[in-house]
């Protein structure tokens, strides 16, 4: 019964993160490292996810960049997963750019339920935030002003921040903006290249 119990709250946790479908249950023992660059994100990340109340402390922020399908989402998905099934007073969330966007957008309408503010509120709280799909599209003074406040917000407060980028680390600039590159980078953030081939067509996995 206890077991039982144990792991349905951690279920009720982990869909509190909200991860998307194709990636709930991605741990580091599924990640498949095959080269030297695959087995060294997996390294880091997985310290990273072991190093987490010192990350949380120091706000120290991660940011998963490079070509798609080699792994990125699997592995910030696995610390998500990792971070909040060992601590009971850790929180995380998975957002994609897109997302929220629509999340702040919708607090414009007459009829919405919370105010801009509130959204922002949200999107700082948990204790760690992955924003995936930064740089998909070229970005809006809307997007840059909306992801500038997030990203502030959770620096203000110390609150770390994994972001997942297929661009490479000279061009997250353009798509972030100089000043919050500069915040996820203090304290020691850490980047990690994804530059190997997709593996997506073999193993199905970004």
């Known amino acids: 019964m206890w077991r039982r119990n144990e792991r349905e709250r951690m279920e009720r946790r982990l869909a509190g993160v909200m991860i998307p479908p194709r990636f709930q249950g991605r741990t580091f023992e599924s990640y498949i490292a095959q080269n030297d660059g695959q087995r060294k994100a997996l390294k880091v990340c997985r310290k990273y996810a072991d190093d987490f109340a010192e990350n949380k402390l120091l706000g120290r922020c991660l940011l998963l960049l490079g070509m798609p399908g080699t792994g990125k989402t699997h592995l910030a998905t696995a610390i998500a997963g990792h971070v909040v099934c060992n601590s009971a007073s850790v929180t995380a969330a998975y ?51 909306t992801l500038f406040s997030v990203i502030d917000g959770r620096y203000q407060n110390l609150m770390p921040t994994i972001v997942i980028s297929n661009l490479k680390a000279e061009e997250l600039p353009g798509a972030l903006g100089e000043r919050c590159v500069d915040r996820l980078r203090e304290n020691g953030g850490v980047a990690v290249r994804f530059d190997w081939p997709s593996k997506r067509s073999e193993v199905r996995h970004d």
């Open 95 to 145: 957002r994609t750019v897109s997302t929220i966007l629509q999340f702040v957008k919708g607090s414009f309408d007459r009829e919405a339920e919370y105010t801009e503010a509130q959204a922002f509120e949200a999107l700082c709280a948990p204790s760690l935030l992955i924003i995936d799909e930064v740089g998909a599209t070229k970005p809006t003074d809307f997007e840059l002003a």
